[in-house]
Each structure stands twice: as structure tokens, then as C-alpha cells.
């Protein structure tokens, strides 16, 4: 995500590494398991019915043979896939902080990634602008983790623009029904061009919106006119920000709230996660809230 060199990007990655064990010692991991429980069931084995078990599970034909109730009794699947869709479009590259947009979604990236590696599930990434930039199958080897940590901080996309309509269809195409997945984006792009295909994803998967926002995008400061570059089209644009006539504030606002509504729609979870600011403590209210709707 960035013209960095090679021993910028293992200082990152040797960085991310000693934050994220140190989150495994805490609670967050526990919270982790419990907020984002097995995609599905499978078979484990036929026995005797007991009290108490659920009737819809009793397999006839082995109870007919044994002249007894037997039932087929499941486990949640020890493997779930977890596939993180992160946007590299050149919009990423603003911020009014010291920290890139960017940087902050390749750390809570990276974090994520090392999270469900340590708990064992395979995990994938697709990067996207207005294109597929690049896609690493899941897996789960230390190698193959390792690849993907290096990636998310080394990727420099071709193109600038942002496509989540083209994201979201091929990550419907990979077909990996019930995975769980995370796209971390500033989700600036027009909700009505992804709207339906985001109903889809999110019928198919255990689907998590991740959106990082800038405090410009809620409160643009009063600085009067201001010569500005759309960092994806390259055009050039004079705003007025002065109370009175800032029409931007209005805009950005109500795309975040456009967006937020479509989500509550179709029941998706969204995160909003502030750029410049500590993301540690909004994750893990994240999935308390998930594991108390569970209860």
C-alpha cells in the first residue's frame, strides 16, 4: 500500500506482530472466538437419542435397523475461512492526521489476519481499487500468513479509482458460501452503484463493513476557499468551506448516513473506525455487541 522498501515493510510487519500478541494475551481474542462462531455444522457420528436432543437430527432409517431413536449428531466445523477485501484506491492515501487513511487499514488488516491465523482459520485477502489488484486464496500456513501480511503492506495498486460493486461480484464468484468477511474501505464510492449486489454478499457470507473515516468527512473545518484534488480522478475542484455556503459538510455527511441506513437495511454490521485514532477498544466493543446478540 505504499513505496516502501524492503526493511520499512518487515519493520511494519515485525511492529504488527508484537501488537497483535500482545492482543492475544488479552480478552480479544476470546472475544473473537466467541463473536464469530463456525460457518456451519458437520456430520460427527450416529448414536443412541437423549433427552433433551433436537428431534429434527433423529436419522429414521438407523433407527429403524436398530430398533431404537438414533440421531446424527454434528460439531461446529473446526475450519472457517475468513477473507478480508481491502481497498487500495488512491483515496486511501488521505488524511488530516499525521497517520494515511491507509496505514490505519493495513494495521487493523494485519491484525485481523494474525488473529484468525492464531485461532486456525484459513484466511484469504483480495485487494481492489476499480479492478481486482490481487487475490491470495485462504489458507492457513505460516507461510501463507506471511504472505499476506507482507502484501498488505508492500501492495502498490495500478489503478486509483474505487469499484465495491466489482469487489463484492468477485467475492461472490469465489463461491465460498458462510466465510466470513471483512472489507475495510472509506467506502467512498456511490452506495446505489453496489447496493444490490451488497444485499447478496451479505445473504451469502457473515459479512462485516469496516469504514474508516476522517474527521473532515463529519466537520470540514471553516478555512474559506480551497483549491482541493480528487486524489482518484486527479481533477481539480474550488470549495467554499465558510459556514454558510459549505455544502461539502452537508454531502459528506449524508453519504455516510445513506450508507449506514442501507446497511441497517439489509442487517449488515458496519464499523466505523476513526482514522488518527486507537482501534483497539472500538473492535472489541465490536464483538461484544455481536456476542450479545448471539445470547
Given at each position: 500500500?505504499?513505496?516502501?522498501n524492503?526493511?520499512?515493510?518487515?519493520?511494519?510487519?515485525?511492529?504488527?506482530?508484537?501488537?497483535?500478541?500482545?492482543l492475544?494475551?488479552s480478552?480479544?481474542?476470546?472475544?473473537?472466538?466467541?463473536?464469530?462462531?463456525?460457518s456451519?455444522?458437520e456430520?460427527?457420528?450416529?448414536?443412541?437419542?437423549?433427552?433433551?436432543?433436537?428431534?429434527?437430527?433423529?436419522?429414521?432409517?438407523a433407527?429403524?435397523?436398530?430398533?431404537?431413536?438414533?440421531?446424527?449428531?454434528?460439531?461446529?466445523?473446526?475450519?472457517?475461512?475468513?477473507?478480508?477485501?481491502?481497498?487500495?484506491?488512491?483515496s486511501?492515501n488521505?488524511?488530516s492526521k499525521?497517520?494515511?487513511?491507509?496505514?490505519?487499514?493495513?494495521k487493523?488488516?494485519?491484525?485481523?489476519?494474525?488473529?484468525?491465523?492464531?485461532?486456525?482459520?484459513?484466511?484469504?485477502?483480495?485487494?481492489?481499487?476499480?479492478?481486482?489488484e490481487?487475490?491470495?486464496?485462504?489458507?492457513?500456513?505460516?507461510?501463507?500468513?506471511a504472505?499476506?501480511?507482507?502484501?498488505?503492506?508492500?501492495?502498490?495498486?495500478k489503478?486509483?479509482?474505487?469499484?465495491?460493486?466489482?469487489?463484492?461480484?468477485?467475492?461472490?464468484?469465489?463461491?465460498?458460501?458462510?466465510?466470513?468477511?471483512?472489507?475495510?474501505?472509506?467506502?467512498?464510492?456511490?452506495?446505489?452503484?453496489?447496493?444490490?449486489i451488497?444485499?447478496?454478499?451479505?445473504?451469502?457470507?457473515?459479512?462485516?463493513?469496516?469504514?474508516?473515516?476522517?474527521?473532515c468527512?463529519t466537520?470540514?473545518?471553516?478555512?474559506?476557499?480551497?483549491?482541493?484534488?480528487?486524489?482518484?480522478?486527479?481533477?481539480?475542484?474550488?470549495?467554499?468551506?465558510?459556514r454558510?455556503?459549505?455544502?461539502?459538510?452537508?454531502?459528506?455527511?449524508?453519504r455516510?448516513i445513506?450508507q449506514?441506513?442501507?446497511?441497517?437495511?439489509?442487517?449488515?454490521?458496519?464499523?466505523?473506525?476513526?482514522?488518527?485514532?486507537?482501534?483497539?477498544?472500538?473492535?472489541?466493543n465490536?464483538?461484544?455487541?455481536?456476542?450479545?446478540?448471539?445470547?
Open positions: 500500500m505504499s513505496n516502501l524492503t526493511q520499512e515493510i518487515q519493520e511494519k510487519v515485525e511492529k504488527i506482530k508484537i501488537f497483535t500478541k500482545r492475544m494475551r480478552y480479544l481474542i476470546g472475544d473473537y472466538l466467541s463473536a464469530f462462531k463456525g456451519g455444522l456430520f460427527e457420528q450416529i448414536r443412541e437419542y437423549q433427552l433433551g436432543d433436537d428431534v429434527r437430527f433423529i436419522d429414521w432409517n433407527s429403524a435397523k436398530a430398533n431404537k431413536i438414533m440421531i446424527k449428531q454434528f460439531v461446529e466445523e473446526r475450519e472457517r475461512v475468513v477473507i478480508l477485501l481491502i481497498d487500495v484506491s488512491r486511501s488521505f488524511s499525521k497517520e494515511l487513511r491507509k496505514d490505519m487499514i493495513a487493523v488488516a494485519a491484525t485481523l489476519a494474525f488473529i484468525a491465523s492464531n485461532n486456525k482459520d484459513r484466511v484469504g485477502v483480495l485487494f481492489f481499487s476499480d479492478k481486482i490481487k487475490w491470495i486464496a485462504p489458507s492457513r500456513s505460516k507461510m501463507h500468513i504472505n499476506i501480511i507482507e502484501s498488505i503492506f508492500s501492495i502498490e495498486p489503478y486509483s479509482k474505487t469499484n465495491i460493486n466489482k469487489a463484492l461480484n468477485f467475492l461472490i464468484g469465489l463461491k465460498k458460501n458462510n466465510a466470513i468477511v471483512f472489507v475495510l474501505s472509506d467506502w467512498i464510492d456511490d452506495i446505489d452503484n453496489f447496493s444490490n451488497l444485499k447478496i454478499a451479505s445473504c451469502k457470507y457473515d459479512f462485516i463493513g469496516i469504514r474508516f473515516v476522517d474527521n468527512e466537520n470540514l473545518p471553516d478555512v474559506g476557499f480551497l483549491h482541493v484534488q480528487d486524489l482518484e480522478s486527479g481533477e481539480f475542484f474550488e470549495i467554499d468551506t465558510r454558510k455556503n459549505n455544502i461539502v459538510n452537508t454531502n459528506l455527511q449524508a455516510l445513506k449506514k441506513k442501507v446497511f441497517a437495511k439489509y442487517r449488515i454490521d458496519l464499523l466505523d473506525l476513526t482514522v488518527g485514532q486507537a482501534f483497539v477498544n472500538p473492535l472489541i465490536f464483538f461484544k455487541q455481536r456476542i450479545r446478540r448471539q445470547i
